[in-house]
C-alpha cells in the first residue's frame, strides 16, 4: 500500500481554514479553484472533477468539527484503486497559522506515484487559496 503524508503551514487561523474545507462540496470554488473544475454532491458522494479531465467518486467517510478532520475514499470514477482512504485536518500552529495535514492510502502501489504529483499539485493551490482567500468561519 501506497502511503501519502502531506504537512504544509498556512498563513491563516485554523477556524477560517476549517470553514473553507468542511464546505465538502464546494471545492471548486473555495479550496482548490483551477486545480478542481467541478464538485457535485449526491447523498455521501462528492464527485470531483480536476483540471485534467479526471473525475472521482468520492464517499464521505467523516467530518468532525472538534477535530477539524475530513476523511473520505474513493469509490469510482476514472481512478480505478482497489483501497483509498485519505483525510485532510487542520491544527493551529501559532494564532494566525494552522498547520495542514492531509494523509492518503492507496493500492495498488501503483497509483502511488500519480496520486501523491496530484496531491502536491492541489496542495499548491489550496495554499495559495487559503493563505489569501480564507474567510472567516460563520
Not at 454532491?41 to 464527485?47: F, N, Q
Request: proline letters at 4%; charged letters at 25%.
Amino acid at each position: 500500500m501506497a502511503s501519502i503524508h502531506r504537512e504544509f503551514l498556512i498563513n491563516n487561523a485554523p477556524e477560517n481554514i476549517w470553514a473553507v474545507l468542511r464546505d465538502f462540496g464546494q471545492v471548486h470554488k473555495r479550496l482548490a479553484p483551477g486545480f478542481v473544475t467541478d464538485t457535485r454532491v449526491e447523498g455521501e458522494v462528492r464527485i470531483v472533477t480536476f483540471a485534467d479531465g479526471a473525475v472521482v467518486r468520492e464517499l464521505i467517510v467523516d467530518i468532525d468539527d472538534e477535530v477539524r478532520r475530513i476523511a473520505y475514499a474513493v469509490v469510482g470514477g476514472s481512478l480505478k484503486p482497489t483501497h483509498h482512504h485519505a483525510s485532510m485536518q487542520v491544527f493551529g500552529d501559532t494564532e494566525n497559522r494552522s498547520r495542514f495535514i492531509w494523509i492518503t492510502d492507496v493500492t495498488p502501489n501503483s497509483l502511488g506515484e500519480p496520486i501523491a504529483q496530484m496531491v502536491d499539485q492541489g496542495i499548491h493551490v489550496i495554499k495559495r487559496t487559503l493563505d489569501r482567500e480564507a474567510t472567516p468561519a460563520r
